[in-house]
């Protein structure tokens, strides 16, 4: 009986560690990026407002597909905001040329591939898919 | 060394295929990349997609109203008379297609790290999907934070004013009309000023605006243009976490000639009522607007008080609203209490011209409002949404004035008489996408 129970945790726990790691959302820039750090006002400013400045530098967001569940994560944690709620306020703002959503990236590794090639830009990623190409500046969780 | 990097890259994405499995590449997909990166495709300063992006929304929508009675009253006083009463002058008991549908398309280009330029027409149905230019501006950035506009503007009269044809941007089919139909003219031309700054948590835009107005009516089959001048405004649209809150102020000069009125009336061999006395000329208006909201992504709630009063026969207005709802995956059911009351004629009503207070007592609204909807978004970008709207409180003796319209936003009882049914409701249906 209690073996069995034991088994069951153990069990349990082998499905829920890799979840636990593909939670962990890291904010990511290139290497060559003068971006040192980003606070989380700031991170939550870029991604409402698709680009800005961070210490004078000018920075421009990029968002994985719609759909993904690293980039719900990354809402959530970061902007505090669902899928459906981003999808509306992009709609004001896009309309009343308030601003532009953050650019769009195919995948995991096309964000890797934008950020190492353009420094100017900041992206997010599963912890485990950073790279050495890439800085973390900030980990979500 | 393009193509060594290239190289790089592509046996990294290829290596990186048995790694990620939940996005798997196929080699198309890494060819057509490396194939981007050596012409350098994926430079944004070479990628004339970063400069220029076009956008658009469209919303089909069928509404009607539940009204089967034909206007009373004969012409000259009513033109319309035999006809189906209306609901906000356009809607009827027979199902319309165009009457609330609308297309948008936007082009944003960005000239420079300073400066980008908007422009996005306006097709209603009810137009024939003529276009309009509802924003044509071009904005530069002052300061960090501090932006100017000029051109053409969208009013920024409510808090959803400046995306009042955005269906997808809020859960109803259209806008509260207590609140939305106050003002009755939504773009201006001219400029703002936005200031973006924060208060601790507190982000806060705050905007100025300032321009001018023409808007042309032909509403009786002869042009009248109605002038705004020295359009000046404030509001201050402020967020801390999942709370929006709104506030506005607007101040002009109203201006209207209605002598071509008169000439239309002798152009059909009647007697000219004497429209030219009823003219506007430089009343003061001012508009207020206070609104709030709460959303934290499941439950929302929202409310919003409008007032605009200007300084002739035309009678001060105020409206309001309360909604709430709640979202159960992709469905959110929702409720929108809604009031509107006029008020502040009685020189109008008083002035000895009857022509004046005639127009003042066709001009009164008075309703209150329960709306039921739900919103059903079918896929990332696109909803379908159904509503009814059921008015009450109309017709009673709570009206400060004898002899006003007791049908609300419907045909005015002044002219077609009192609609028989108490509560009418008007139904709407759309289907809108933004892309």
């Known amino acids: 009986m209690m073996n069995n129970s034991m088994l069951k945790w153990m069990a349990a726990l082998i499905f829920a560690l890799p979840m636990q790691v593909f939670a962990e959302v890291v904010v990511v820039v290139s290497m060559d990026s003068p971006v040192t750090g980003l606070s989380e006002s700031q991170l939550r400013q870029l991604y409402l407002e698709g680009s800005g400045r961070v210490d004078g530098i000018s920075v421009r967001a990029l968002d994985l597909p719609e759909g993904a569940k690293v980039r719900e994560d990354f809402y959530q944690k970061a902007v505090g905001k669902t899928p459906a709620q981003m999808k509306g306020y992009w709609a004001r703002m896009i309309f009343t040329g308030r601003g532009a959503p953050p650019r769009m990236v195919s995948g995991n590794r096309a964000m890797q591939v934008m950020l190492d090639n353009n420094p100017e830009m900041v992206g997010y990623l599963p912890a485990n898919q950073v790279g050495d190409k890439l800085k973390v500046l900030r980990t979500l969780d | ?435």
């Open chain 2, 1 to 435: 060394m393009q193509l060594y990097r290239s190289m790089f890259w592509g046996a990294l994405l290829a290596g990186s295929s048995a790694l990620y499995a939940e996005d798997p590449p196929s080699l198309n997909e890494i060819e057509k990349r490396i194939a981007q990166l050596e012409q350098g495709n994926l430079e944004p300063q070479t990628n004339w997609t970063d400069q220029i992006s076009i956008n658009g929304y469209l919303s089909y929508g069928i509404t009607r109203h539940d009204v089967h009675q034909d206007q009373g009253g004969a012409p000259p006083v009513n033109f319309q008379a035999g006809q189906p009463y209306t609901f906000r002058n356009r809607v009827t008991d027979e199902i319309s297609h165009r009457d609330i549908s609308r297309v948008g398309l936007q082009i944003n280009a960005e000239i420079n790290d300073k400066t980008s330029a908007v422009v996005q027409l306006l097709g209603r149905g009810r137009d024939n999907y003529d276009a309009e230019v509802q924003w044509a501006f071009i904005d530069y950035e002052l300061l960090e934070g501090l932006n100017w506009r000029g051109g053409r503007l969208m009013l920024p009269n409510s808090m959803h004013s400046q995306y009042l044809n955005v269906g997808y941007a809020y859960h109803w089919v259209e806008l509260p009309g207590e609140v939305y139909d106050i003002v009755p003219f939504d773009t201006i031309d001219g400029m703002d000023l936005t200031l973006k700054f924060n208060t601790g948590s507190i982000s806060h835009d705050l905007s100025a605006v300032y321009g001018s107005l023409d808007v042309p009516d032909n509403t009786f089959g002869v042009p009248v243009i109605y002038e705004g001048r020295d359009y000046g405004g404030i509001n201050l649209r402020s967020r801390w976490g999942d709370l929006m809150t709104w506030f506005s102020y607007n101040h002009a000069r109203l201006s209207a000639d209605l002598s071509s009125l008169d000439l239309a009336f002798a152009m059909l061999g009647l007697p000219p009522p004497g429209f030219a006395s009823a003219s506007i000329d430089e009343a003061v208006a001012i508009g207020r607007s206070v609104g709030f909201q709460y959303d934290n992504g499941s439950f929302f709630m929202m409310a919003e008080r409008a007032d605009l009063d200007i300084d002739a026969w035309y009678p001060n207005r105020w409206g309001g609203y309360v909604s709430t709802g709640y979202r159960i995956g992709k469905w959110t059911p929702h409720v929108t209490w809604g009031a509107a009351n006029t008020h502040g004629a009685a020189d109008a009503l008083n002035d000895g011209n009857p022509l004046t207070s005639g127009l003042a007592l066709s001009n009164m609204v008075r309703g209150k409002s329960w709306t039921l909807g739900v919103r059903h978004d079918l896929a990332s970008g696109i909803d379908v949404k159904l509503e009814a709207k059921r008015f009450y409180d109309m017709s009673n003796e709570k009206f400060d004035s004898v002899g006003a319209n007791t049908n609300g936003m419907f045909s005015p009882s002044t002219l077609a008489g009192e609609i028989e049914d108490e509560n009418p409701v008007v139904y709407r249906i759309s289907v809108d996408a933004v892309f």
